[in-house]
Every structure is written in C-alpha cells, then in structure tokens.
C-alpha cells in the first residue's frame, strides 16, 4: 500500500517556465513533508521541506504547497533551469511508527533549453 | 567535512555469493538507513537502525542482513537468498526524530 504517491512519472518543461511536481499521501498522521533532489548515480540530496502547521514554504525559487485537507503537496520551481533536469523525490514523515521517512516513486524533471 | 560515505560505487558479484556493502558517517547521527532504487520503484526501505546494538527490518528486508556495532558504522550484506540483488543501494543517516536524512552517494550492484 503505497502511502506517499506521484501519480506522473515525469514532466517536460520548457527553460523559463514554471515546474509543478505534485504528490499525494494517505497517511493523515504524516506532519512533515520533504522534496528530495536526484541525479542519476548520487544519492538525494535535501531541497526544501514543510510541516504541517505550515500551507507554504519558499526557498528561492522552489516552493511546496501543502493542501491538508486533500492531502495534497506540490513543488514549484519557477523559473525552471535545465540544471533542475532530475528524479525528485517526494517524503513524508510522523512520530511514532510513522516517524520513518516514507517515499514516493519520484518524478523525471525535463527542462528543455 | 561531516558527510556520509558508501563503498565500492561499483560491485559485481556472482550468483550464488554474498556481499557486504559499506556505509560509514561522521555526522554523529543515531539513525542509519538502507534503501534500493530500481527503476519506477523510488526508495525502498531495506533496513534501519535507530541506535547502536539495534536495528529494524524495513519494507523489503528478506535476503538482506545488518549489523551496527559502532554508531558509526551501518554495513549491509546481500545473501545469496535475495532473488533480485542487482540495483542501485543508498545509504542514509538522521537525528533520530528525523526530519531529514543525509544520503550517501550510493553503489550499484551487478549480479554477473
């Protein structure tokens, strides 16, 4: 049973543009939600994060919004550049049994020069 | 530099053999992690360890086995017992109240 979904597993965007990498959980006792950053053969490496107390968190140009209620979180990346041209990952994490980080499947990013 | 470091990048291993990959961190983290990428599968938890002495099998641990004797230190070894070894093997740490892990550079293992 896969807690943490992205439903698309890639996206082509043109440079300049805007980025949208959307993800959906189940676990409503997830508070803590993270992108990660991948290049092929290097591990993940962190890009921003959000708790839940929180709908939005900015960084640059990266953004996650998070839609509690639709359990529903989402990075922008604005404007895109070819070098954001990775696998990102989404996470999310609780406490208890649920404090490990639990990923999803991740995203292919394209960005088209 | 504090960092997390995973050895070979690259191994091949021959059916049938078992295997130890290494993964050493001195960013003083109670909790290591293992996970295996295959292509349109994400990270999958293999194992996990939250303290010395003390570790907890993840969502695929069959024919894998761990050991974690110093804090430092979190190596996994790939039996011959698991039937699709061949994938890319990450390697994390955390604070245990982990809102972030540190990952390290990974190995790619090739059952020949």
Known sequence: DQQVKQNSPSLSVQEGRISILNC???????DYFLWYKKY????PTFLISISSIKDKNEDGRFTVFLNKSAKHLSLHIVPSQPGDSAVYFCAASGTGANSKLTFGKGITLSVRP | DGGITQSPKYLFRKEGQNVTLSCEQNLNHDA????????GQGLRLIYYSQIVNDFQKG??????SVSREKKESFPLTVTSAQKNP??????A??????????????TRLTVV
Do not use: H
């Open chain 2, 93 to 106: 740490s955390s604070i245990v109240r982990n809102y972030g892990y540190t990952f390290g550079s990974g």
């Open chain 2, 86 to 91: 061949t994938a890319f093997y990450l390697c």
């Open chain 1, 24 to 30: 959906d959980y189940t676990n409503s006792m997830f």
């Open chain 1, 40 to 43: 092929p053969a290097e591990g």
């Open chain 2, 59 to 64: 969502d695929i641990a069959e024919g894998y």
């Open chain 2, 32 to 39: 290591m992690y293992w996970y295996r990428q295959d292509p």
